[in-house]
C-alpha cells in the first residue's frame, strides 16, 4: 500500500504502435508503482496474452491505442471481451488525437473502462489505471458472490430434498466445502444423541475418526449450543476439537457454524478449518452461518419423520405375528419375513398374516400404498379387519371385496394391494384372490416355478373383482407371497425383477426357511421398500 492506502504493483500492458508514447507511459507508470508490458501491436499483445493466460500471470489492466498498426482499438477489446478468460480484463482507449464525445462511444460499447486523451499528466494516468482496476475487481468480487450465493441456493434445495439425515449431513458438508474451498464436517445431533456426520468429499476416507471422536463432538455440541437460538459462530481450538475431520490424522483450530432446529431440540453443526476460513473472507463465513441455518431447518422435518419410522416399525412389530406365533395346521408348514426399509425416511404399509380358519389356512400379504404413519397404521387396521371378517367368512373373493369397503368407507384416499389365499391341508386345495398385488409364486415339488394366474383391481378404486383362482397342492409344493420390496427396483421393468425372483426361487434348497433366506440374500441389499415374505408349503 502506498501512503494514500492505494495498493502498488498493478500490473500494466500497454499496447501502442508508438514507441515514444509507450516509454513515456511506461515511464510514468513505473514511477507510480507499476509493473509494465508492453505490445506494439494488437496481434502482439493477443498473443503475449495468451501465453500469460497458461501461465496464469494476466495483467490487471490494458492501456490500447485507439490506432494501432493491424487492428483499431475498438476491435482489439472486442477480442478480448469474446474470450470467456479475458472478460474480466479492464481496457482504457487512449490516443494523442482530440476526441468528441460521440468517437468515444463505439470503445464504450465494447467494454472499455474509459478514455485517457494523451499527453496526459501522470498523476491522471495512474488514477486512469488505478480506477479501472478497481472497478474491475470489484465486479470480479460480484461475480464471485453472485457464484457463492448461487452455490448456496443449490446447497439449500439439495439438502431440502435428502431423504435421511445421513443424506442431509452429506449434503450439507459438500456444500460447506465450496462455499468456503476447504474441508467440511457437519454434525446433526438427534434428541436421543443420536450423531450423524457428513465430511466433504474432499476427504480422504481413510483413518476416519473413531467412536472417541463423535463422543467427543457430541459432547461439545451439547455444551455449546445449550440455550442458544439462531445461529451462532465460534472457534473450537486444536487442543478442544478432536484430530482428522478435516485432515487424516491432522489436529486444527476448528471454526464452528452452530444452529438448532426451531423446536430446539436438535444441535447442527458446520465445521471447518479456521485458518482456511479466515482466508476465505467475512463473506464466506456469512454465508457459511445461512447453510448452518438452512440445515437445521431441513433436519427438523427428517427428525419428525425419525420419530414416526420408529413408531410405525414399532406397530409393525407389535402387529405382525412371530414366527413362533404363527398357527399351526396339520399337514401345512408357513414362514414368514419383515424387513423394513434401509432409508431412514421410509414408512411402509407392508404385512402379511396368517389365519386359521374354520376351511383351512388363510394367508396374506399387502401394502398399503404411500410411505407415511398413516400407512402403517391403515395397514394394522387392514390386519384387525381381516382377522375379525375370517371369523365367520373364509372366502378370499367375499374377504378383499370387504377389505375394499372398509378402505373405502374410512379411508377414501387410501389404496392398497393385498394378496389373500385359502388353503385346505387335508386335500391341498387353494383359493387366491389379488387385488393388485403380485400374484403368488408356485413352486411344485417337481422343480418348476410359474406365478399363479390371479389378478384384480387393488384395494380402494371400488371396482369389481374376479372369482378366485383355485389350484391344488400336492405334498412339497410351496406357495410363495411376497410384496413389491422384495424385487423392485429404480429403473427395472417389473416383469424383469419378477422373472429374477422366479430363477432364484427355483435355485433355492428345499424348505421354507431356505426360500426366504436364499431370496433376502439375493435381493434384499439396501432395500428402499419394506419386504414382507410368506411362504407355505403342503407337508409330504
Not at 483450530?253 to 485458518?275: E, F, I, N, S, Y
Not at 476460513?277 to 433436519?299: H, I, M, P, W
Amino acid at each position: 500500500m502506498d501512503p494514500q492506502g492505494r495498493p502498488n504493483r498493478t500490473t500494466v500492458l500497454i499496447v501502442d504502435g508508438d514507441p515514444a508514447d509507450r516509454d513515456a507511459l511506461a515511464a510514468a507508470l513505473r514511477r507510480a508503482g507499476h509493473r509494465v508490458l508492453r505490445a506494439a501491436s494488437g496481434a502482439e499483445a493477443l498473443a503475449d496474452l495468451d501465453l500469460r493466460l497458461r501461465k496464469g500471470t494476466l495483467p490487471d489492466v490494458a492501456l490500447v491505442g485507439a490506432d494501432l498498426p493491424d487492428l483499431t482499438g475498438v476491435e482489439l477489446c472486442r477480442r478480448l471481451k469474446e474470450h470467456p478468460r479475458l472478460l474480466g480484463l479492464p481496457v482504457v482507449h487512449m490516443s494523442a488525437e482530440a476526441a468528441a464525445p460521440a468517437d468515444r462511444c463505439p470503445g464504450l460499447d465494447t467494454g472499455d473502462e474509459s478514455y485517457l486523451a494523451l499527453p496526459a499528466e501522470p498523476e491522471a494516468v495512474d488514477a486512469v489505471v488505478r480506477a479501472g482496476v478497481r472497478a474491475a475487481r470489484l465486479r470480479a468480487d460480484n461475480r464471485a458472490l453472485v457464484g457463492r450465493l448461487t452455490l448456496l441456493s443449490e446447497t439449500v434445495v439439495t439438502i431440502q430434498s435428502a431423504r435421511s439425515l445421513k443424506e442431509l449431513a452429506d449434503a450439507a458438508a459438500d456444500g460447506a466445502a465450496r462455499l468456503t474451498g476447504t474441508p467440511a464436517a457437519v454434525f446433526v445431533l438427534n434428541p436421543d444423541d443420536e450423531l450423524y456426520r457428513g465430511l466433504s468429499r474432499d476427504r480422504a476416507q481413510v483413518a476416519l475418526p473413531d467412536d472417541d471422536a463423535h463422543r467427543a463432538v457430541s459432547a461439545l455440541l451439547r455444551r455449546l449450543t445449550r440455550g442458544q437460538s439462531g445461529v451462532r459462530l465460534t472457534t473450537v481450538a486444536s487442543s478442544l476439537w478432536p484430530a482428522g475431520f478435516f485432515r487424516p490424522g491432522v489436529r486444527q483450530d476448528a471454526r464452528l457454524a452452530l444452529a438448532r432446529t426451531q423446536d430446539g431440540h436438535a444441535p447442527v453443526c458446520l465445521a471447518v478449518p479456521a485458518r482456511g476460513l479466515r482466508r476465505a473472507g467475512q463473506e464466506s463465513e456469512t454465508l457459511l452461518a445461512r447453510l448452518a441455518e438452512a440445515t437445521a431447518l431441513a433436519a427438523e422435518p427428517l427428525l419428525m419423520y425419525q420419530v414416526e419410522r420408529h413408531v410405525a416399525l414399532t406397530l409393525q412389530h407389535s402387529f405382525l405375528p412371530q414366527p413362533h406365533h404363527l398357527p399351526e395346521l396339520p399337514g401345512l408348514d408357513v414362514a414368514v419375513r419383515y424387513v423394513p426399509a434401509s432409508r431412514e425416511t421410509e414408512i411402509g404399509g407392508d404385512f402379511y398374516a396368517a389365519l386359521d380358519t374354520a376351511d383351512g389356512m388363510l394367508t396374506a400379504v399387502g401394502d398399503v400404498v404411500g410411505h407415511s404413519l398413516d400407512a402403517a397404521t391403515v395397514m394394522v387396521e387392514l390386519r384387525h379387519a381381516l382377522r375379525a371378517y375370517c371369523v365367520d367368512e373364509s372366502d378370499p373373493g367375499v374377504l378383499a371385496e370387504r377389505l375394499d369397503r372398509m378402505l373405502r368407507r374410512y379411508h377414501p384416499e387410501l389404496t392398497a394391494t393385498v394378496c389373500l389365499a385359502l388353503t385346505d391341508p387335508a386335500t391341498g386345495r387353494t383359493r387366491i384372490a389379488n387385488a393388485g398385488h403380485i400374484p403368488p409364486l408356485l413352486l411344485r415339488a417337481t422343480g418348476t416355478a410359474d406365478y399363479v394366474k390371479a389378478h384384480g383391481p387393488l384395494l380402494g378404486p371400488g371396482l369389481p373383482h374376479p372369482p378366485p383362482t383355485e389350484l391344488f397342492l400336492e405334498p412339497g409344493d410351496r406357495l410363495l407371497m411376497v410384496t413389491d420390496g422384495l424385487i423392485e427396483t429404480r429403473g427395472t421393468d417389473l416383469e424383469v425383477s419378477m422373472e429374477q425372483l422366479r430363477a432364484a426361487s427355483l435355485g433355492a434348497l428345499p424348505g421354507l426357511d431356505a426360500l426366504c433366506d436364499t431370496l433376502l440374500a439375493s435381493f434384499a441389499h439396501d432395500p428402499e421398500d419394506d419386504i414382507a415374505m410368506l411362504a407355505l408349503q403342503l407337508r409330504n
